[in-house]
């Protein structure tokens, strides 16, 4: 099996590029850093072109948000990328991105504001350097974190796998305790049409969903919301129930980052939700909670919790065939491994790693 390569989102200036070697000719399985391309400040996330993944688009978490394209080679020794194309964000801190054929969908975490630009896969790759601009409302409520919750801040923006009808996005806004529903008018532009609603103070951060469930995870209170999700048009939707991300004591100061629902395949044939806490004072680093659906959708089960030796577990990723890999970076200290999924994909084995300060802050992967 050849190498694989994995890019690494950061809170540096650079995004970097990884091999990772799961079959060596001898010892081991590998992980090697193989180059920066240094592209501005807090290159925070990630996301490739649906039709050309070797275009590479990122987000620089910065007052005056930018977005940049980064154009990387395809062939088995890709290294560095080079940038092509930049424009401004139409916001601050923008700290998500999806990309489509032809628009890319911008979420401004600070100044609670969705964008988007045109843009293609050839020269100038972003097509107007003028984004177009949604202000998502917000009412003020007590919350848990008053620094954390004074404003509206999209974090994260995915296209609605329910819908099969037309094109919906689902944004969490941790800011406003809501998961809005927007859909794209006849003008083409994206406009709220409905939300879900949280309890105060948990801090919708990250979503997934499968069969008519909406998952959610709440970064402030680390808990994992269950959601019946209907389709559009439809009222604000009741929760469902709430799950602890771990059976252990949760600090005030422990937070969650990440949520992740793998298609189940040959290899895995059982469906896991795996979720990140942050900041666990834990000598042996942060957790990964595992929660089974054997029990039925909309029913997840704690069923295991592997400690990662990182701090500060932001971002993590599946990845390899039948998705085997779990990479996973600790945003203090620098460090990434890859895990392999166990026991059908209820457990996770650490196979390699790169020590300290080698990728500087990693908070976002995309296996290439």
Not at 20 to 36: H, I, K, Q, V
Not at 53 to 68: F, H, N, P, R
């Amino acid at each position: 099996m050849a190498p694989l390569t994995i890019l690494v989102a950061s809170y540096t200036d650079s995004i970097y590029t990884l091999s990772f070697d799961p079959t060596p000719l001898t010892g081991s399985p590998t992980l090697e850093l193989l180059a920066r391309t240094p592209v501005g400040h807090h290159p925070s996330w990630i996301a490739s072109h649906p039709s050309d993944k070797s275009l590479i688009y990122t987000g620089l978490e910065q007052a005056d948000g930018e977005v940049v394209a980064i154009k990387y080679g395809r062939d088995e020794t890709v290294e560095g990328g080079d940038v092509v194309a930049r424009a401004k964000s139409g916001g601050a801190d923008p700290c998500t991105l999806l990309v489509t054929e032809d628009e890319l969908i911008i979420g401004n975490y600070s100044s609670g504001t969705i964008a988007t630009l045109p843009i293609s896969t050839s020269v100038p790759y972003i097509l107007s350097p003028n984004p177009w601009t949604l202000s998502m409302p917000f009412e003020h409520h007590v919350g848990r974190n008053k620094a954390r919750q004074s404003s509206s801040h999209p974090h994260q923006i995915i296209f609605n796998p329910l819908n099969q009808t037309e094109k919906e996005l689902l944004v969490p806004d941790l800011g406003a305790d809501k998961v809005w529903r927007l859909t794209k008018q006849s003008d083409g532009k994206w406009t709220i049409c409905g939300y879900i609603d949280f309890e105060a103070g948990g801090g919708p951060r990250h979503v997934a969903a499968r069969g008519t469930t909406l998952y959610t995870l709440l970064e402030l209170t680390s808990k994992l919301a269950v959601h019946t999700f209907p389709p559009l048009p439809a009222p604000p939707i009741p929760l469902t129930s709430l799950f602890t991300l771990s059976a252990l004591p949760i600090p005030d100061t422990m937070i969650a980052a990440e949520i992740l629902l793998p298609e189940p395949n040959a290899s895995f044939p059982e469906t896991f939700i795996y979720t990140s806490n942050r900041n666990d004072p834990h000598a042996e680093g942060d957790t990964i909670a595992i929660f089974s659906l054997a029990a039925g959708e909309g029913q997840p089960e704690l069923v295991n919790e592997v400690r990662t030796g990182l701090n500060h577990v932001r971002a993590m990723a599946f990845g390899g065939d039948e998705d085997k890999y779990l990479v996973v970076g600790g945003a203090e200290g620098g460090r990434v491994k890859v895990f392999e999924r166990i026991d059908g994909g209820k457990g996770l084995e650490e196979i390699a790693k790169l020590g300290a300060g080698v990728v500087g802050c990693p908070t976002g992967f995309l296996w290439y």
